[in-house]
């Protein structure tokens, strides 16, 4: 593509936007018949992808090319190359074939209706390309209902920041292999000996995936892109009837789920965390030691956040470069701080004081004890906040306090983008 995975982001936003425009079961119909006629591509995948039963991202390159040419056609240009162009206009759809039986070896039987194994990201993406996997609507979470102007449709509830933290995790090697659960439908003919699985038809010729839709997302990202890309996986195969498969789906989503903020703490690969831990360990740091998750004189959780909030905006925040000299203008600014006030060792810090104190940093202005309680105190309900002959509205300020002080310290990407001198 024309600047590769980010082209095929923008592409994948047009597409869903000139998808949304269609919504007469005539004109659908239509277009699946244009699309096949052109290109070859199954009516059935096509209907997918046009009422959002498939989402965009599951999609190849070749697809979604397939159907911005019948729906917006002179956009192509903006994600395409001229070459890609050519010959993708003249390309037929032809659809990979494995055949039944399937055999799964080395599977491991935990009830009459459940098995676990290994399996591979390649495995999965070559029953990807064969149409072998499907997102039952019925076995899944609730669809989300999305407006676009007057249109309103339906689409499978995607996050896609999810989706982006596992793809990232699995290209650098540091993704830990999970499961991806697939519903053999009642009516399936299968039998399984000696750790050893045969699968001899499904109904419809497809698996329902019940579980792990974001990281088959996350590995067809890749596999757009790459498609020698491997990695191991965990493969579990169940026989569920509808009922059941509404239930696991339940039950995954009753885990005791820690708070965000805590959950973050054990992200090792967080800049921030590496960052924290660093000022924790340093010898030379006047808060080393002092920094913990529970009854600690500085809150992990609430420090973490607050690193990630102030400081780890940037896409290069996985350099190490980053992360070092990040750590040493913090570590700097914290034993300023101490040194104007040994007495802050002898107390925990709030997380209101702490959020301050982080905004002083970033602005890069000397912070004393005396600033920061006057900051603190400047907080008023109707005046706003009042800072060197400057009043920060209430509003901005109150807002920023609020998501610095809430138990999960839930910050949004888009909120991130700015400190509190952008007002």
Known sequence: MLNGEDSREKANKRLERELAKVTNKNERREVCREIYARFNIPIELSSDVITFRKDVRELSNFVVFCFL?????????????????????????????????????????????????????????????????????????????????????????????????IKQLLESGLYIPDDITLNMPLGSEFEYSNYSMRIDSLPNGKFNIIDGYHRWLSMSQIYNFDRQFDYPMELRIVNYPTEKAEQLIFQKDQKTV??????NTYNQYSSANKIVQRLNQDPASYIQGCIGRNNAIINMQSLVSLVNYFYCRSSKTQDIAFIIETKNKLQSKFNSLIESDTQLLKEKWSEKELFVIMYLFNKDIKPTKELIERLSASIDVHTGLFYQGKTYPRRKIINMLDRAITSDMAVAPNDAAGGIGDV
């Open 258 to 263: 820690m708070k965000k903020a805590d959950s």
């Open 69 to 165: 040419f019948v729906l917006e056609n002179e956009c192509l240009g903006l994600y395409f190359t001229k070459k890609e162009i050519e010959v993708l206009s003249e390309e037929k759809w032809e659809q990979k074939k494995i055949e039944f039986p399937l055999i799964f070896d080395g599977m491991v039987q935990i009830a009459d209706d459940q098995w676990i194994g290994r399996t591979s990201l390649q495995t999965l993406m070559k029953f990807k390309d064969a149409q072998l996997i499907n997102y039952d609507e019925n076995e899944q979470r609730t669809f989300r209902r999305v407006k676009n102007g007057d249109t309103e449709v339906f689409k499978i509830f995607i996050n896609k920041k999810n989706v982006d933290e």
